[in-house]
């Protein structure tokens, strides 16, 4: 099988990942909860992970690096951390649905700011708009159907001068993009452990701002056990619960393989894939590639259609043919009705640090083919 669908979950990963996991469920129990051996040793992997986060993303202090199950947990707790019923929030017009679906549920006032693909300008002019009067806005550093990369540091700094919390969705950017989150100035920023950043599913990562969040879930923390109230400071307060220490191992095994190669050299490769794919299909007949003009807006993912072809018929072709990719809306229907696929959908091609540029080449071919 070639793999392209990173996007969805990074399952090529470091051989150190799947050790780190399977040596954590050998030899670590609950954290925080005894002063044990196999305790103790849980404690310091999450305090290691999380200092390697803080070192990554630029975090201040690690405690502010809250531990979630995916970014669609961190996204909630920083949703309900900041709106309430009625509020005006403000969107790219390529949120997940992670996004819109709590907005929705909590009864926001959602402002849309649509801009063409791969626009930047028009981008940051909507924003610029709609901003004033917002309770917060949501903005995604890159989009996981097209793999545009939105100008997040100039709405940010829009956000800034106008006092409106912003919210990061860097789950298609966490580990290639990168993301200095105290310079970004926004309140949160909300990741997955098992895309970009290598690690297992059931895991993700909120940066937080400030210790005045509202938690999702409730429940024992091992701190403060005498009180009828979770804890005030993070990052107990949003980690209720048992941890997912052998999800965690594997994240800080992930982490460090970042660390190593560095997240700029992650892109490099990804966008030099990207770049020899769609240089193959460029000019095709019946093909129709979602690129950026522009490579530096764009990151390792691209949309394809087929002329006639169903996008989902596509990709079973291709499934049997041994290439792993996703069609269909991505969980994304904003972003298919801003850049116009909503009635469509596409063939999305994601790439990882661990594909070639042989693999690349290879399902361009099985694309004409198909064509």
């Avoid at 929030?89 to 997940?96: A, C």
């Amino acid at each position: 099988m070639i793999y392209l669908d990173s996007a969805a979950t990074s399952f090529l990963k470091p051989a150190s990942v799947r050790y780190a996991v399977s040596e954590a469920m050998w030899t670590m129990s609950s954290p925080g909860r005894g002063g044990y051996e196999s305790a103790m040793l849980a404690a310091d992997t999450l305090l290691d992970c999380r200092l390697a986060l803080a070192d990554l993303f630029c975090v201040r202090d690690p405690a502010r690096v809250v531990f979630t199950s995916s970014a669609t947990h961190g996204l909630n707790i920083a949703i309900r951390s900041l709106v309430e019923p009625g509020d005006k929030v403000v969107i790219s017009g390529y949120e997940h649905n992670a996004v819109w679906r709590p907005l929705h549920g909590l009864g926001a006032d959602i402002r849309v700011a649509r801009s063409p693909l791969f626009r930047p300008e028009d981008m940051v002019r909507t924003f610029r708009e709609l901003l004033p009067g917002a309770k917060a806005a949501v903005c995604t550093q890159v989009s996981n159907v097209f793999g545009y990369i939105l100008p997040v540091e100039r709405i940010a700094e829009m956000c800034r001068e106008q006092g409106v919390p912003l919210i990061v969705d860097a789950s298609q950017s966490a580990g290639s993009v990168g993301l200095d989150f105290e310079s970004l100035g926004c309140a949160f920023a909300a990741m997955p452990g098992h895309k970009g950043l290598l690690g297992p599913q059931g895991t993700g990562v909120l940066l937080c701002r400030d210790e005045d969040v509202t938690p999702l879930f409730y429940g024992g923390t091992g701190s403060q056990s005498q009180e009828a109230v979770m804890p005030e400071f993070l990052p107990d307060r949003l980690e209720p619960g048992t941890h997912n220490v052998p999800g965690v191992a594997g994240m800080l095994a992930g982490v460090k393989w970042l660390q190593q190669r560095t997240c700029h050299a992650v892109l490099d490769h990804e966008r030099e894939l990207l770049g020899a794919f769609c240089e193959r299909l460029s000019g095709a007949d019946g093909v129709y590639l979602f690129q950026a003009d522009d490579p530096k807006n764009q990151a390792g993912v691209v949309s394809v259609r087929l002329d006639g072809m169903d996008c989902e018929d596509v990709a079973a072709r291709l499934a049997e043919r041994g290439f792993a990719v996703r069609a269909g809306l991505h969980c994304a229907p904003l972003a298919h009705e801003t850049a116009g696929t909503l009635s469509s959908g596409t063939v999305r091609f994601s790439f990882s640090p661990f594909n070639t540029g042989r693999e690349a080449l290879t399902a361009a071919e099985a694309l004409l083919a198909l064509a």
